[in-house]
């Protein structure tokens, strides 16, 4: 089992930057890829950005050259910087990892809000 705890949503304005965290805790030494999602309001969780245990990254149209996604090995922990914030960005942020047999676990979420 895996454990996966968020910090660092908040409430900023426009043009604001922010950085998410997320450490592993448990067998995080089975993750292979980690990453964030995001869901707004009455959407659907959507992807924002993975990067694997090797450091390929991936990412969404929507928030490339404005987020960057790193990982520390040695800490289990996966960071989102987020810079240049628009209102369009709110929502929950949540941590995701894979393992290497494809099993899902998942973080309880933080909140991100973007005022104009």
């Known amino acids: 089992q895996v454990q996966l705890v968020e910090s660092g949503g908040g409430l900023v304005q426009a043009g604001d930057s922010l950085r998410l965290s997320c450490v592993a805790s448990g067998s995080a030494f089975t993750l292979n890829a980690m990453g964030w999602y995001s869901q707004a309001p009455g959407q659907q969780r959507e992807l924002v950005g993975t990067?694997?245990?090797?450091?390929?990254?991936n990412y969404a149209e929507s928030v490339k050259g404005r987020f960057t996604i790193s990982r520390d090995n040695a800490k289990n922990t996966v960071y989102l910087q987020m810079n240049s914030l628009k209102p369009e960005d709110t929502a929950v942020y949540y941590c995701?990892?894979?393992?290497?047999?494809?099993?899902?676990?998942w973080g309880q979420g933080t909140q991100v809000t973007v005022s104009s």
């Open positions: 990067i694997t245990r090797g450091g390929s990254r």
């Open positions: 995701n990892g894979r393992t290497y047999e494809y099993q899902e676990y």
